[in-house]
């Protein structure tokens, strides 16, 4: 079973920045995409940004809201994917999870029913 770990969270002015981490147990079949995804109360969790963890040049996948903002990256030395987050605004706060299944696709990365395996959470919280 994969275990996911985030941390980075925290407080931040709007227009500053955020880094966050997700780490993975380890990689393998099942955790071949790591994707993002931020809930806030009464909405359901929505995709903010999903990567293949294989490969030299990955696919990847961005809301449209968070597009040149925020960037998705990997390290598969050391399990990590990180979400760097500038320009931050205060409806970019929320609860940051990451999350990992096998297959992905343009159609699915946002849809958080289509991920497996969950982290527990970071909390962003930015403020005006």
């Known amino acids: 079973e994969v275990q996911l770990v985030e941390t980075g969270g925290g407080s931040a002015q709007a227009g500053g920045s955020l880094t966050l981490a997700c780490t993975a147990s380890g990689y393998d079949w099942s955790s071949r995409y790591i994707g993002w995804f931020r809930h806030v109360p009464e909405k359901e969790r929505e995709g903010v940004a999903a990567i293949y963890r294989g490969g030299s040049n990955p696919r990847l996948w961005y809301a449209d809201s968070v597009k040149g903002r925020f960037t998705i990256s990997k390290d598969n030395g050391a399990n990590v994917v990180y979400l760097q987050m500038n320009n931050l605004r205060p409806e970019d706060s929320g609860m940051y999870y990451c999350?990992?299944?096998?297959?992905?696709?343009?159609?699915?990365?946002?849809?958080?029913?289509?991920?497996?395996?969950w982290g527990q959470g970071t909390r962003v919280t930015v403020s005006t």
């Open positions: 999350a990992a299944v096998a297959i992905t696709s343009d159609d699915t990365w946002y849809r958080s029913q289509t991920w497996l395996y």
